[in-house]
């Protein structure tokens, strides 16, 4: 017990280690009771210092906390911000491969049915644009019907911009589209009606697609029993004079049931 000669300041009093010592040994003889006492003594206050060391230090983090929140929200913001970004970066590069893959499931199932090359326009088509003294006809897009094409509450066909088979659009009407501004277009429908739609040009799955929407809900409506999923329709272009109207015709190639091919 005398090699403890130590003189670290242990208390508030600051008594040394060796005055604590010698105290011990000048009143009992013994080891076991000086050790006894000296725990007595000591480890109370030792316990209470590392308390208070430890809520000082928790004191502190718990400031620095506030400090960082306080200075670094923008900082933060941009943080997340820029991850936000990342993971929309690579959602779109994932719809964009979807994508891809959905046109080249597409192209292979109409070479499969014999529609690729596509079927020329039927000759009823023909003889009735002829009548309205069409011309310029051209093929826009052949394509599947999609569930979301035949909803009545989303009164949409889309045309991707990547299914586009021809130019059809004068430059006016391209910078028309361009500008979010939509333009009026005659469309022959399947039953040869004819109704009046919209065409926009709207961005769809990080893609672009011309839209016929408008009062395409009626075309849907006087189509309801000729329109189905997965039917294979052609959209065609054709122009009357004198101005050079846009017009459309609707052409339903293959119902989707059994598989006929409208001639």
């Not at 590069?93 to 090359?117: F, H, T, V």
Request: proline share 3%; glycine share 4%; hydrophobic share 35%.
């Amino acid at each position: 017990m005398s090699k403890l000669t130590c003189k670290e300041k242990i208390d508030d009093r600051n008594r040394s280690w060796l005055e604590l010592l010698n105290y011990v040994e000048a009143s009992t003889s013994s080891e076991s009771e000086k050790l006894d006492k000296l725990t007595q003594m000591v480890l109370p206050k030792f316990v209470a210092r590392l308390v208070k060391e430890k809520e000082d230090k928790m004191m502190i983090e718990k400031d620095g906390l506030k400090s960082c929140h306080e200075v670094g929200v923008e900082g933060k913001q941009d943080y997340l911000t820029g991850k936000q970004k990342k993971q929309t970066t690579k959602g779109n590069k994932k719809k964009k491969k979807i994508n891809n893959q959905r046109k080249g499931q597409d192209s292979e199932k109409l070479m499969e049915i014999g529609l690729e090359p596509p079927p020329d326009m039927p000759q009823v088509f023909q003889d009735y644009i002829r009548d309205l003294g069409g011309s310029e006809i051209k093929l826009v897009i052949q394509k599947f019907l999609q569930v979301t094409d035949l909803r009545s509450q989303q009164n949409r066909l889309s045309m991707s911009l990547k299914q586009i088979r021809s130019a059809f659009l004068s430059e006016d009407e391209e910078r028309t589209l361009n500008a979010k501004r939509q333009m009026a277009v005659p469309l022959v429908e399947p039953c040869l009606s004819v109704s009046t739609v919209n065409l926009a040009k709207w961005s769809i799955r990080s893609s672009l697609s011309y839209i016929i929407n408008g009062d395409y809900s009626k075309v849907l409506k006087n189509n309801r029993n000729s329109l189905k999923p997965n039917a294979v329709v052609q959209i065609w272009s054709f122009r009357i004079e004198p101005n050079s109207q846009l017009n459309f015709a609707l052409i339903k190639v293959i119902n989707g049931e059994d598989g006929h091919v409208i001639n």
